[in-house]
């Protein structure tokens, strides 16, 4: 009964993430399985029926408060779905046009080209399918209007999210329960956990989860499971399993072909050792490549071929691979972007002397990826519009065996506090992962992504989390507190003596947000300009007090008047008319709108300029200067 409870439970924050308008019913639903896990443990050791469940509601209550993007490959991956399901055919011309983009040039046989994968879309259907019928069903009840059934709406692309998710989770399930045995259920868990948090995976999970690269890792993880298991217990259905999961992760990444090296290994040491049967394997072998047939029939309706390389031929060449770029790189590097991986890396090499075939095959499968990832024209090893290296998503499972092993050497390094120390190091690594993310989807790294520059902008970010949490406890003195440990910059001291700020040379010191290109004219004074309908700097002050404050600006060409007013900390100070020569205007910001601390002083303009301008001017202002 618990178990039935704990997945009513899911179910219903599934929906939560499925349907915009019942975000709510993820927490119900967390809250409901979680009732139904505390309820069990009074009554029985816990079982998996009922903890799985809780996890899912867990990870869709967190997906309903994490906006996704569909970006990047998104359009290729969910064209197949969408054109299969509603248009009963592979030609995706329309799909990319609804969803804004402009189609390609045909193919020899008349189609849109596709150089993404098909699996995804199959793994993905019968959640796809699930929301089409409740849309369905709550139009014919409900709110016709709420939702289309086009494959297209909120609750479709939630499908998929779900889908996503779910697979992920099951993956991750099956590595903590392959690691249990290696080293024990504290370790499998905080190394599976660990290893996602702090990988590429987490993105692409929950931010763009349409993609193919979280289900990817969540079959890779089945995969581990099922190799584990047609080692520790060969019959012809272990076999069959494991030659399934290797054709369905092929079909979802083509590039995971290399881990026929992982299953050969395996296959040659049971054939030596008198455990398997040739028979099993030429099963396993057909049931692999059945699972791929998929694929060869979208690649002859689009292409007019059974097997081809999809991004044309060239585009792979093993003999110039770029292999140390892919993992060593400010430019989508797998170990500079996502450092805690490492350790998962030299915890492969840790578990060859455990276990030879299992760690090695591992540690050599991870090797291939990466020289195949490597293999690519220099222009696409980065992995294009991605986070991290989203093209190792199938050694992401790998790394969490690593990760397993180094843990469990710490276990008996650190006999006393076991897991603590590399949890709390894990942790850090997460925050950094998750602060990453955040700056990623701001677009301030879209390419190449400097250390220095990185850590300076998650100083910033941790700093401004800081300050928010410590305003909402003890106010102004609390957020004056947290300026003060973090820069304790302050104007009036040898941070700035004079109190001016030159546009023209101010750099990000002073600046936030509301300010536009600069421009040094001949026999005019050098200015940037300010964009409508505010533009912003920064004033750190030791101590408040009755603040003097002129801004030297002028009305842009496009503009015959403007109304300049000055804001402290989102509270008006004054108002001033903009002349279309040089002038200055004067201000009086009284001591009870300044904080001790950062403060924030804004330019604000009554006019807007004309739609038709690349940049809204309001204003072009060369200075403003303090007492």
């Known amino acids: 009964m618990s178990a039935f409870v704990a997945w009513l439970g899911a179910v219903m924050a599934a929906c939560g993430v499925v349907f915009p308008h019942l975000r709510g019913a993820a ?26 469940p809780v996890v899912l509601a867990a990870v869709y209550a967190i997906a309903v408060r994490c906006p996704r993007e569909f970006r990047a490959d998104s359009v290729s991956y969910f064209s197949y779905l969408r054109s299969v399901v509603y248009d009963r055919d592979l030609s995706f011309a329309n799909e990319w046009t609804d969803f804004g983009y402009s189609p390609d040039t045909p ?84 190394a599976v956990a660990g290893t996602i948090v702090t990988s590429p995976v987490l993105y692409y999970l929950f931010v763009v989860p349409t993609m193919a690269h979280g289900v ?45 090296i992982w299953v050969g290994a395996l296959a040659a040491h049971d054939l030596v050792a008198r455990r398997t049967k040739s028979v099993w394997l030429l099963a396993a072998a057909g049931v692999a490549l ?41 430019n ?12 998962g890396l030299v915890g492969l090499f840790v578990g060859l002397r455990r276990d030879l075939l299992f760690f090695g095959g591992a540690l050599a499968v991870f090797v291939a990826t990466a020289w195949v990832n490597g293999s690519v024209p220099p222009w696409d090893v980065d992995g294009g519009d991605a986070f991290g290296a989203r093209r190792f998503d199938i050694a992401v499972p790998l790394l969490a065996l690593g990760m397993g092993s180094a843990l469990g050497l710490s276990n008996r390094i650190l006999s006393r506090v076991p897991l603590l120390a590399p949890a709390g190091l894990l942790v850090v690594f997460a925050l950094w992962n998750v602060g ?31 300050k928010t949490a410590a305003e909402r406890l003890f ?72 603040l003097r404050v002129e801004v030297q600006a002028r009305l842009p060409e496009h503009l015959s008047q403007q109304t300049l007013s000055l804001a402290a900390n989102g509270r008006i100070a004054g108002t001033a008319e903009l002349a279309s020569d040089w002038s200055s205007a004067f201000f009086l910001v009284p001591e009870a709108l300044l904080m001790p601390g950062e403060n924030r002083l804004c330019l604000g303009f009554s006019k807007a300029p ?8 309001a204003a072009e202002v060369t200075r403003i200067q303090l007492p």
């Not at 927490?27 to 799985?52: D, E, H, N």
């Not at 989807?441 to 941790?462: H, I, S, W």
């Open 290 to 330: 059945s699972t791929f047939v998929p694929q060869v029939l979208a690649w002859k309706v689009l292409f007019g071929r059974f097997f081809l390389l999809p991004q044309g031929t060239g585009y792979l060449t093993p003999t110039s691979s770029y292999f140390f770029h892919a993992l060593f790189s400010a």
């Open 610 to 617: 004309p739609p038709h301008l690349e940049e809204p001017v």
């Open 27 to 52: 927490l119900g639903g967390l809250i409901l399985s979680a009732s139904a896990l505390a309820l069990a443990r009074r009554a029985k050791p816990l079982r998996a029926s009922t903890v799985l």
């Open 107 to 190: 193919t020899e046989t008349g189609y849109q080209p596709n150089a993404q994968s098909v699996g995804p879309a199959i793994l993905w259907s019968p959640f796809y399918l699930a929301a089409h019928l409740a849309v369905r069903a709550a139009s014919l009840v409900v709110d016709s209007n709420r939702y289309l059934a086009d494959g297209y709406s909120a609750p479709y692309l939630g499908a998929v999210a779900v889908g996503t998710l779910t697979i992920g989770v099951l993956g991750a399930a099956a590595l903590a329960r392959v690691l249990s045995r290696y080293f024990g259920w504290p370790v499998a868990v905080v």
């Open 436 to 466: 990453f993310i955040k700056l990623f989807r701001a677009r301030k790294y879209e390419e190449m992504a400097p250390l220095a520059r990185v850590a300076g902008d998650q100083v910033q970010q941790l700093q401004a989390g800081v």
């Open 216 to 260: 990817s890792f969540g079959i890779g993880g089945l995969f581990v499971w099922s190799w584990e298991r047609a080692r520790r217990e060969p019959s012809l259905s272990s076999w069959l399993t494991l030659g399934g999961l290797l054709g369905l992760l092929t079909l979802s990444r083509w590039q995971a072909a290399v881990y026929v």
């Open 475 to 546: 106010g102004a003195a609390g957020a004056a507190w947290v300026y003060r440990f973090f820069s304790a910059e302050y104007f009036y001291t040898i941070f700035n003596r004079s109190g001016t700020i030159d546009l023209w040379q101010a750099d990000e010191r002073y600046l936030l947000d509301g300010w536009g290109s600069r421009s040094r004219r001949i026999a005019r004074p050098p200015f940037r300009r300010a964009l409508y309908p505010e533009a912003c700097v920064r004033i750190p002050l030791e101590e408040p007090f009755d």
């Open 332 to 343: 989508h590097g797998l170990f500079t972007w996502t450092p805690a991986l490492i350790l």
